[in-house]
């Protein structure tokens, strides 16, 4: 066995670092001491080293010297020639292309595809005999030392080295930072290097079996310059091993580099390229990478696939009241459960912000998407606790189908985009598919979005007044506040349309207010003309009423217009009342207290949990129009209405039904004991200047009703007052 210390003996006093290039070409083997300042190696015979092949170009590389002194210096090796002309088959480092490389230690250079050399330096006595052969070539004397019986300096037993010898020892590089290890074809160590003593330190007592050797063939490969290259973990370290056959001398030398601290911030960088550092999920760049690699597979094999793209709704509102803190907590928990309730063929990714994005690779059908939509909104409505306090969030999904929506990624991306700008628009907690009317849909949105700001201080909305009727009495007992758009371009515009725009903008505020305000005075205009009914109700926006100041600035509407509240009711919808019931029941025992009456909207079109009807002090319930459009005899609508009725007067409670249109609804809506009506039967919602003729008009209305008629002289009366209605 060779010792290790070749180094840290006694140096010679004039010694040398020597830069060998060996060059094979088949049988053809060169040795040159490389000194000078330039090379130039190819084919033609006029280049410093020449090379007798084919497959090296006439000049195919330059060797450049850098620096002077004996320790400074070092060798470029430059693919082609000084022209800038490339090597026609190039040249490959350690297996590696190049077009320029410092030459180090033991590099395994290929040059062309049948020219190997290997580029060694070593350290070498002056004072000792050296005999140059061929000109360039050498020839050397190394220092050899058995580790049995170490030789001082003087006893340095000279040898003269052939060839191979030469190879050998010269690429014994104690110097070297790296771990080398040589093992013969009977699998013994041959040599090991400082470095590798010191790094695999039971590399003797383990032998064959360290896992340096793992997998390791002792039978020389097959392939060019007999040089192959692996990856090799050993515990947490991560290796990179050069396996170099030496068959002549049925040798195996691996040179292994400890490569975990690049790996490690490879994975770093990686996972910073492809994961959201908050939630840990993948991220946009990830997503549209593998949803561009899905796509494709989903071609190949004509699957189907679902694009999603969900929001949070009202995120914002959360972080801005509990502040950043909560709610980054809050997406992370909001990721990690929605990530659960994913299926297996499901890839989730933040998008940024509070919008998420998913994947779902081959889907048989649309209804598996929407099954799998349903699911996520359930399991993400669920509370969330942060820092002790229970918080109720809702989502909305837009949802894209591959190849029917978009085959591409923007696309795709896009459409499912458009679909949840749809979703929220149409009520928030739900999920809609794409269709190719959604595009016009949204734009024409955005349209409306932007008129809507100029809307108020333009004086373009009015209110419309529809006629409630108390069937028992046969008296008008209320009119409904109905919000008109008029647009200056696009006419008159359902508040279904736009609503949801001055929800989503904010803008319900203060237009909330106008309604307000306007009701109130309307109403005192014909209390004032002494007509002879009730109640004006006002639709309550969910944003308006979740307002934090919303008692507050109905006082002040109240007091601003001088408004007796026995005469206010104010609808609100269950989508209201859902959310944060602890707040809803304070607000609303806080509005009783000013005097106003409070109806639930809708009734039956949303969470519809007759338990909410006993928690919250509602005057009155209005059965929404959808149960009385097809209202029959013994239809399930008619139990349905007549469980309600019966719960609500159970729970004191007045039921009024909307949407009815025929004396049949309203006869059965009578036998079923509802106390009033309201609908296109009596009125379709008016203009306040049409009211006093509604009013006129509606004793013909009950001519054939058994009613009680207001007295005509009173109506009279009234008309006579036409002109302050407005
Ligand atoms: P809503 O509060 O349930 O109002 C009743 C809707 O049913 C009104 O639609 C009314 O015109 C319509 N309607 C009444 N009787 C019948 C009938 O017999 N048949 C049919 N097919 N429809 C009938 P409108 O005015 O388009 O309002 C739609 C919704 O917009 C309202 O539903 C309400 O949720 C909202 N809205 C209207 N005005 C306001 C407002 O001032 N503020 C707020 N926040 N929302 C409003
Ligand atoms: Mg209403
Ligand atoms: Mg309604």
Redesign the pocket.
């Known amino acids: 066995m060779l010792s290790n210390n070749l180094n840290t003996k006694k140096k010679p006093e004039e010694e040398e670092l020597r830069h060998i290039l060996e060059i094979e070409h088949g049988e053809e083997k060169q040795t040159v001491h490389l000194k000078d300042r330039n090379y130039s190696i190819g084919r033609h015979p006029t280049n410093a080293i020449v090379i007798a092949s084919q497959q090296v170009s006439r000049t195919h590389a330059i060797l450049l010297r850098k620096g002077y002194a004996n320790e400074n210096i070092s060798f470029l090796l430059i693919d082609g020639d000084l022209q800038g002309r490339k090597s026609n088959n190039g040249i490959f480092i350690n297996g590696k292309k190049i077009h320029e490389h410092e030459l180090k230690h033991g590099d395994l250079i290929q040059i062309g595809t049948d020219v190997k050399a290997n580029y060694y330096i070593y350290h070498v006595s002056v004072s000792l005999k050296t005999k140059t052969h061929n000109n360039d070539s050498l020839r050397c004397k190394l220092f050899l030392e058995e580790e049995t019986e170490v030789k001082g300096y003087d006893e340095i037993c000279e040898k003269e080295l052939n060839y191979p010898n030469l190879r050998r020892l010269a690429s014994f590089a104690d110097l070297s930072p790296n771990p080398i290890v040589e093992i013969n074809q009977n699998g013994e160590i041959t040599y090991q290097n400082l470095a590798a003593n010191k790094k695999f330190p039971n590399l003797h007592k383990r032998k064959l079996f360290h896992p340096l050797f793992k997998d390791l063939s002792l039978e020389p490969i097959n392939i060019h310059g007999n040089v192959s290259k692996k990856e090799i973990t050993i515990e947490k370290e991560v290796f990179e091993q050069y396996i170099h056959y030496l068959a002549e001398d049925k040798l195996i030398r691996l040179y292994i580099f400890d490569i975990t601290e690049h790996k490690l911030s490879k994975k770093k960088l990686e996972y910073q390229a492809h994961y959201d550092l908050q939630t840990g999920l993948p991220n946009r760049a990830y997503f549209n990478e593998r949803l561009s690699k899905t796509i494709q597979l989903a071609k190949k094999h004509h699957k189907k696939m679902a694009v999603m793209f969900l929001d949070l709704d009202r995120f914002k509102k959360i972080n801005d009241t509990l502040g950043h803190k909560a709610g980054d907590s809050l997406l992370k928990n909001f990721a990690k459960r929605f990530k659960s309730s994913l299926p297996k063929n499901g890839f989730v990714a933040r998008w940024g912000g509070d919008e998420f994005t998913v994947l779902l690779t081959e889907i048989e059908n649309i209804e598996e998407a929407s099954k799998i939509a349903r699911r996520i909104l359930q399991e993400v409505k669920k509370p969330f606790e942060i820092e002790g306090q229970a918080f109720y969030v809702t989502s909305s999904i837009g949802i894209a189908i591959y190849p029917e929506n978009g085959k591409e990624v923007d696309t795709l991306i896009k459409n499912a985009d458009s679909a949840l700008y749809l979703a929220k628009r149409n009520g928030r907690n739900n999920y809609r598919f794409y269709s190719p009317s959604i595009q016009v849909k949204s734009s024409e949105s955005l349209k409306l979005e932007n008129s809507l700001h100029t809307a108020l201080e333009n004086q373009e909305f009015l209110l419309y007044y ?1 006629p409630q009727m108390n069937l028992k009495t046969k008296e008008i007992c209320g009119f ?4 008109r758009w008029n647009h200056p371009e696009k006419g008159l515009i ?3 349309r736009f ?1 949801p725009i001055a929800e989503d903008t904010g803008l ?1 505020i203060p237009i ?1 207010e106008w ?1 307000l305000k306007t009701a109130c005075n309307q109403m005192l205009t014909w209390q004032k003309a002494a007509f002879p009914f009730g109640k004006i109700s ?4 969910a944003r308006q009423f979740q307002q934090s100041n919303f008692v507050v600035k109905i006082a002040e509407i109240l007091k601003e217009t001088n408004f007796n509240p026995e005469y206010l009711e104010l ?1 609100i919808t269950e989508t209201t009342v859902i959310e944060n019931v602890d707040y809803v029941i304070k607000t609303l025992k806080q509005l009783l207290r000013l005097g106003v009456s409070i109806s639930m ?2 009734f039956g079109t949303g969470y519809s949990s007759l338990s909410y009807l006993k928690k919250f002090p509602f005057h009155t319930i209005k059965i929404d ?1 959808s149960f009385v459009n097809d209202l029959k005899d013994n239809s399930k609508d008619q139990e349905i209405i007549s469980a309600v009725i019966a719960i609500g007067h159970c729970l004191k409670m007045k039921v009024i039904a ?4 025929t004396i049949d609804q309203r006869e059965l809506l009578h036998s079923l004991n509802c106390d009033e009506i ?3 039967w009596l009125s379709k ?1 008016l203009p306040p200047e049409d009211v006093p003729s509604f009013f006129l008009n509606f004793p013909e209305k009950l001519k054939n009703y058994n009613h009680k008629v207001i007295p005509m002289d009173l109506i009279r009366q009234k008309k006579n007052h036409a002109q302050d209605f407005k």
């Open positions: 529809q409904e506040a109905l919000l359902s508040p279904n609503i319900i909330g309604i006002v639709n309550i926006s609808e909207d809708d129009r909307e949407g009815v249109e309201q609908g296109y919602p």
